[in-house]
């Protein structure tokens, strides 16, 4: 594949306001980073499964992955930026070594991964998540839930002594989950909402990858539809950065229903950011990120130094600066790239 990194200057970026004043984190449980950057793949659509072929199937990789998550490459994909193509040189990965479920929640929320949490079980973690910790921060008390399609969740973030709200559905539903997430965003107006949508991993082992890509664009209208609620309230208009990603990744080729320690790709992932503060750009090019990085770039989104209180934490990425990759510029060579570029400099963003 030709590269192009258009390196967005310091004269030519949207300056970021420091901070936005509300964080949204998205997570698409066990989403691998091939269907995110080159959209259905062929070979795992089989013969009974055509409706899902005509849905996401097209020739052109960037074409396919715009019909699987349309929203995210109108917004992450052009006024943000996302970590881990590897076609383009930037790996996004695990640390945990486990590459399940909840080793990589912690390490999402947490902000490095504990040996401890060796398993999905209902067990209490005790490590303080970066959600528990900014619901401790001036400003923001009271103002921190999550929502969940897992009912592991309350033990993740432990409610017991977080005493966060956290709410999950009484059966596998990311459509109650998203119905519930609305309800509150629109009613208390939280100033930092965590979301994990639960279907796509469910649908993975299940080993029905027609159902699994349907569950990731159901994912990607969810999060449609909670930036147009947030565009569509002062509270949160021009105030608010949207983190997006996933605790693991799946295996390659007939492996890609699995994720474990031993199930090779599993450990590769994904994170994007969009919104106040949260950089721009699009596809990083030649940088990597780490599951760990998440929880910082979270409390910096919302003006707060998580490492400062928890020094094991991660560092935030850096949305100030990156190699960035145009698909459609690489297609023009050069000149188009540069046109690209100007362009942007005279583009005005809602943030």
Sequence with gaps: MNRLIVAIAATLAV???????NVIL?????????EVFSGAEAALLGPNEQDARREFWREDPIERRRA????????AGRRGRIWGNQDLGSA?????GLNFSYPGYQEILGGFPDPRI???GKVPNPNVSVLEWLNSRPGFKGRVA?????????????TDRSRLPVWFPSVDSDVQTHEAVMKYLREKKPRVLYVLYGETDNRGHEGRYGEYLRAIKRVDDF???????????????GRTALVVTTDHGRGEGPRWTDHYKDVP??????????GRGAGWGGEVCDEDATQAQVASTVAALAGEDYRADQPKAAQALDLDYAPVYDARAARGGTDAARRTVERAAAVKLPW
């Design 223 to 237: 999060l449609r539809e909670i930036w147009s609620a947030v565009q569509s309230m002062p509270e949160y208009r």
């Design 26 to 34: 998205v997570t698409a449980d066990g989403v691998r980073w091939r």
């Design 146 to 158: 999550a929502f969940g399609n897992w009912d592991v969740l309350p033990f993740i973030l432990n």
């Design 92 to 96: 996004a990965r695990v640390t945990n």
């Design 68 to 75: 699987l998550m349309p929203f995210l490459w109108s917004h």
């Design 15 to 21: 300056p970021a306001a420091a901070f936005s004043q």
């Design 265 to 274: 790709g599993s450990e590769n992932m994904w994170i994007a950011t969009m």
């Design 118 to 120: 060796d398993s999905n």
